[in-house]
């Protein structure tokens, strides 16, 4: 095909921690891309290099070409870094210049505020997001200065009004999970019919995991947890009561650690002891601990999806999780889990220590979870969602993904030949 491929602008938020929901969602929707077009991420950015620093009496912006994770990336500097409804506001001449070339879009975010500039400049996109602006941050707003409360405070409802004209003008909508479609049907009052709930593709692990003859009692809890949505008290509590009555048990906590303060809180339990904080970690290292573990923990107080609810029954464990929104999609209790309430600390650990004293439900649960990643949450499944929205918007693509896909299927018979006459040989 001598048609160079289009190119597609993804715009999304940039952490300074490279790994979260977000990211992951990013990294999948960026892999897809490769194969039809030539994508760029585009991100608001807090860099001093580029963005207003008060400390230094700098109060313009520009723009720096980069890479995130690999992936070609422009970060647009923020003109009021302290003021949010203005971070779009105020750069859009820039937005507009970086975007100029760029036919078609696509918004990646845990809300979807950074789908702002693409409404501001009229065009039409696709957006995937987890959830609302106000579930996103109702825990962090709580741990602010008051200096940055007061500020938020006075932001909120324009960012709201801003939330709200984002999805009114989107041109289709992949919502994560049944809750964050439900989430966006309150926001707007009224049901759309240009949605598509759009899960993440999971794939599932080839090992077997047989916890008949598996002796540890470990348990695994993945996340950000210097992030209050986390809840991680709650994990803290539940553990201790968990170890008092199984003192073998351990606790692997991945990610980023919450702060000195809830840790001196609990490091005197004698629980504490047998937790493990193995800090921000890769795959290959957390596919360790996975096969190490029987069972997950999800306490959080929001989750738009919880993929790493997902990734544990990739790996054949069960999780018991509170019932914070994403995780309704695929916890089913007495199947794969069980959903509890946030800070309900008595059902979570009868239902953890129901399937911890028993072998066969682990065991059961562990291939039920494995099970339904296979036939809910497959590759295939969500690239395909993928081009039905993109072809929503943008009716020109369908036929570029037919001839995209039909040129790949060729390549791959013609390697599978080629391996089959080497093999003869």
Not at 89 to 97: A, E, P
Not at 155 to 177: A, F, T
């Amino acid at each position: 095909m001598n048609k160079s491929k289009p190119k597609i602008a993804i715009l999304t938020i940039k952490n300074s921690y490279e790994y979260g929901g977000v990211l992951s969602c990013v990294k999948v929707f960026y892999k897809f891309c490769e194969k039809y077009f030539d994508p760029t991420i585009f991100v608001l950015s807090f860099d001093k290099e580029c963005s207003t620093s008060l400390r230094s009496f700098k109060f313009s912006s520009s723009v720096k070409q980069d890479t995130y994770c690999g992936m070609k990336c422009v970060e647009i500097g923020s003109r009021w870094a302290f003021w949010e409804p203005g971070h779009y506001v105020y750069t859009i001449s820039h937005w507009q210049k970086a975007l100029k070339d760029f036919k078609y879009f696509f918004v990646v975010g845990g809300s979807c505020i950074s789908a702002y500039p693409l409404v501001q400049l009229n065009k039409d996109f696709v957006l995937w997001f987890a959830a609302s602006y106000q579930d996103d941050r109702s825990q962090r707003v709580k741990k602010l200065s008051w200096f940055r409360y007061f500020i938020d405070k006075f932001s909120s409802n324009k960012i709201k009004k801003i939330e709200k004209e984002i999805l009114k003008k989107v041109n289709c909508v992949l919502p994560l999970s049944k809750d964050t479609k439900l989430r966006m049907e309150e926001i707007l009052k009224e049901k759309r019919n240009n949605v598509m709930i759009c899960n993440f593709p999971i794939k599932h692990k080839k090992f077997s995991i047989d916890l008949k003859t598996k002796k540890e009692k470990n348990i695994i809890a993945v996340g950000r947890f210097s992030d209050p949505r986390k809840n991680i008290k709650m994990l803290f509590r539940v553990f201790d009561k968990l170890y008092s009555k199984i003192p073998e048990l351990k606790l692997f906590i991945i990610g980023k650690k919450p702060s000195d303060k809830i840790l001196k809180e609990f490091s005197l339990s004698l629980s504490f002891k047998n937790i493990v904080f193995t800090g921000e970690i890769n795959g290959n290292e957390i596919d360790k601990f996975y096969k190490c573990s029987c069972l997950m923990f999800i306490t959080s107080y929001q989750e738009g999806l919880g993929i790493v609810g997902l990734e544990a029954f990739s790996h054949g464990i069960p999780v018991v999780a509170t019932d914070c929104g994403g995780t309704r999609e695929y916890v089913i209790n007495d199947y794969n889990g069980y959903l509890v309430k946030v800070n309900d600390d008595i059902d979570m650990i009868e239902k953890s220590l129901k399937i911890l004293s028993s072998n066969e439900l682990n065991s059961k649960m562990g291939k039920n979870a494995i099970k339904f990643v296979e036939q809910n949450f497959s590759k295939n499944k969500i690239h395909s969602i993928f081009k039905a929205g993109l072809c929503s918007v943008y009716p020109d693509l369908k036929k570029w993904f037919e001839q995209c896909d039909l040129i790949q299927d060729s390549k791959i018979i013609k390697r599978t030949n080629k391996l089959y006459e080497d093999f003869s040989n």
